[in-house]
């Protein structure tokens, strides 16, 4: 039994998750949803004892995509309820076909909608029984807060997911989350080592001297040291992989702990660097990282 976090709604997510993206956004929901269909059918799962994260891609933020997007996800996934729904990032984009809609100046074209609304949209969907929790993931402490202080919330978002690893460890914006009652998922915790554009000569952080010297210590390979490092934090951490046994690997991480010195010494690769910087939308209204956490 993986242990949980609770969410602001009573329900127990996972603090291990398996993470699904591959290429592009909008490119795997059917595989899952097929994987998943068949586990529940042979009956090998019940789809109460499986916890479904999706998220709101930007070129469904207007008000009147917001439950399209999501029964279409849904649809998809052959499922009649997610766990947990999140807005994938704070900035709206034109929609259409295109999933990186981009102006004549090759930025990211803005649909012009505000976050605040598309959240009330999305709070009809837990109030519609389509969604259980509603999230968020790429918001900055400043965004989170003007979400925090909306007149009218109904719903407080249960969740923020944020790239998250010993090389951009998120201190302020965790103790934040976690102080306003917010549980915090972390995305690549092993630093997106192929993901696309990634520079050939990058240094994956699964080589980096002191994982390696924390695993040998405890046994474990430096994987299981990265994902171990957010169940310390009380973080969700969601590590991708369609290898089975890493996979298998990957979950092997609850029959050892990190001690206070381990965590300290791989808090200190903090360089606040990302694999995700979002270049694509760094003109938007919305961009999120123009702030300190
Ligand atoms: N909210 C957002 O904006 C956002 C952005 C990015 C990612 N995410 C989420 O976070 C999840 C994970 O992030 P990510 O996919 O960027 O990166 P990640 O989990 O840090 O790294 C995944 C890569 O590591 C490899 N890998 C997995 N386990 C390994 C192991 N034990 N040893 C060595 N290599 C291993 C995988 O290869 P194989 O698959 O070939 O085994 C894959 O190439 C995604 O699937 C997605 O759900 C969210």
Redesign the pocket.
Known sequence: MIPAVKLNNGADMPIL??????AEPGKNEQEVGEGLNAMIQQGLVKRKDVFV?N?LWNTFHLPSLVRKACEQTLRELKLDYLDLY?M??PMGAKPGDDLFPVDESGEMYSDGSNFLETWEKMEELVDEGLVKAIGI??FNRDQIESLLNKPGLRHMPANL???C?PYLIQEKLINYCHSKGMTV???????????PLAPKDEIS??DEPVVKAVAKKHNK????I??RFHVERNVVV??????P???Q??IQIFDFKLSDEDMESLLSLNKNWR??TMEWASQHKDFPLLTEN
Request: no cysteine; hydrophobic share 35%; net charge positive.
């Open positions: 998750g398996l993470g699904t993206w591959s994260v998220k999140l994938h990032f993931s790429n997911q944020i790239e690893h998922t972390a995305y690549s915790p092993l630093g997106s080592p192929n993901r952080l699964l390979t430096p994987a299981q990265l994902i969601i590590p991708k992989s369609s290898t046994s890493r996979i690997e990957n694999g995700f």
